[in-house]
């Protein structure tokens, strides 16, 4: 997607949307400006040699995310709400960037007839379609539908996954080392609807983590936190008055913590 969207085309679809914004003229002058040199003046170099890419956005740009947000926005509004298939068949329409997730209603022939529709909208911008009855994938999401009609929610993995979890033993901090079963049994127990499913997929991503090296004791404080607190409860934002100070990592920088934690009690 970030590679694939004309330059020309992606400007048009930002300026519109900062017009619409009424922000200041003069600002909105200077994005623009800026956006084109991001765009236009993107060199990288393969070996002894310079290229300049000559469309989309280089992949890992800080503006890659916003820029292609906005362009699907805009084409959204242009291709796809307009379309009169569409009004009459879509239940449901979501979007993170360029992945979408639709109930359709209508039958093989209307899915057919808008797909094609998409793809011939803007040369070089080219749509995937995946279907089925009863199951789909969507991110890291697989939505279900039963025989009655409802729907639930499971874990989805790649097929291509490997077990890539930072290192127990890795040169980070070890708070962020701890944190992260707490946040990945979080992800499951958030994701996966049906309580027995939910225990084992805690179970297969606390195998993952022993497979790294984690302490056994903390994957089962943190699993048993998570699969306690499932619903509203793991959604709550906590808000932390401290101070943060943030610096670069070192393996001694735990002195400075302890000072400060010291410091903290005066």
């Known amino acids: 997607m ?35 040199l991001v765009l236009r003046e993107n060199f990288f170099m393969l070996e002894d040699d310079f290229f300049l890419q000559i469309c989309g956005t280089a992949m890992g740009s800080n503006v890659a995310p916003a820029y292609a947000n906005l362009y699907m926005d805009h084409f959204e509004r242009t291709y796809i709400y307009p379309n009169s298939v569409f009004q009459q068949n879509a239940l449901t329409w979501h979007r993170y960037i360029d992945d979408i997730f639709c109930i359709w209603k209508g039958d093989q022939t209307s899915v057919q007839e808008f797909f094609n529709t998409l793809n011939e909208a803007r040369p070089g911008l080219s749509f995937t379609l995946v279907q089925h009855h009863e199951e789909i994938a969507f991110l890291d999401t697989k939505v279900l539908k039963d025989v009655a009609g409802n729907l639930s929610m499971d874990l989805y993995t790649k097929p291509t996954d490997c077990n890539s979890l930072l290192l127990y033993d890795s040169c980070h901090p070890r708070p962020t080392r701890d944190s992260l079963p707490r946040s990945q049994f979080k992800r499951v127990t958030r994701i996966v609807s049906n309580s027995a499913i939910r225990n084992t997929r805690v179970q297969e991503m606390a195998d993952k983590f022993k497979a790294r090296n984690y302490p056994t004791k903390l994957l089962e404080l943190e699993s048993s936190k998570a699969l306690n607190n499932t619903g509203d409860s793991v959604l709550t934002t906590v808000r932390n008055p401290r101070l943060p100070f943030v610096h670069n990592h070192h393996p001694t920088m735990q002195r400075i913590h302890n000072l400060i934690e010291v410091i903290g009690h005066y």
């Open 2 to 36: 970030y590679t694939s969207i004309e330059h020309d085309k992606g400007i048009e679809a930002v300026t519109l949307t900062l017009r619409e914004a009424n922000i200041d003229s003069h600002l909105l002058d200077l994005c623009i400006d800026l956006l084109n």
